[in-house]
C-alpha cells in the first residue's frame, strides 16, 4: 500500500510540473519583440478579399519592422532605403505606433495586432467609416 501511494504521488509531481512549463514559454514565444519580415497582405472591402498576394524581397513595400523591449521600434524599407521609428504600446490586442522622425513626427496610428504563433505577426488596420468595412491584414514572418 505505501508503495502504491509513493507510485502514485510521483505521477500527480510530474504532471504538475509538467503541465507548468508550457503555459510560460507560449507568452515568452509569443512577442511583439524581435525583427519581422513583411511577407503576405491580404485586404478585405465589405468582408470581400481584394487583395491577398505574398510580398516578394524585390517588391517596393516590403520592408522589415523591428519591435524592441525598451518600446522603440524601426521600419526599414531596403529598397527605397527609407526608415522611420518611433515608439510603440501594446494594451490587450490594440498595438499604437508614435512616429519619431522628420517626415511623420509625432503621427500616431492605432491597428489590431495577432501573435497566432512564435513565428507570425499580422498588423491589422480597419477603416469602418459611412457605412464602409475595409480590412488590411499585413503579416510578418520573424527572423
Known amino acids: 500500500m505505501k508503495k502504491l501511494f509513493l507510485i502514485v504521488a510521483a505521477m500527480f509531481a510530474a504532471v504538475s510540473f509538467s503541465a507548468c512549463s508550457d ?15 513583411y511577407t503576405h497582405l491580404t485586404g478585405y472591402d465589405n468582408g470581400v478579399i481584394v ?17 524592441n523591449s ?25 498595438l499604437t505606433k508614435t512616429y ?21 505577426l499580422n498588423i491589422i488596420d480597419i477603416d469602418e467609416e459611412d457605412g464602409y468595412n475595409g ?3 499585413r503579416t510578418y514572418k520573424r527572423i
Open 51 to 67: 487583395v491577398d498576394k505574398d510580398i516578394p524581397k524585390d517588391d517596393e513595400p516590403m520592408h522589415y519592422l523591428t519591435f
Open 100 to 120: 519619431h522622425d522628420d517626415k511623420d513626427d509625432g503621427y500616431t496610428e492605432q491597428s489590431v495586432v495577432e501573435i497566432p504563433n512564435s513565428a507570425t
Open 135 to 137: 480590412r488590411e491584414v
Open 23 to 37: 503555459d510560460d514559454d507560449k507568452d515568452k514565444d509569443a512577442s511583439i519583440v524581435g525583427t519581422w519580415e
Open 70 to 94: 525598451n518600446g522603440t521600434w524601426t521600419e526599414e524599407y531596403p529598397n527605397s532605403g527609407h526608415t522611420s521609428k518611433g515608439t510603440y504600446s501594446i494594451n490587450g490586442d490594440k
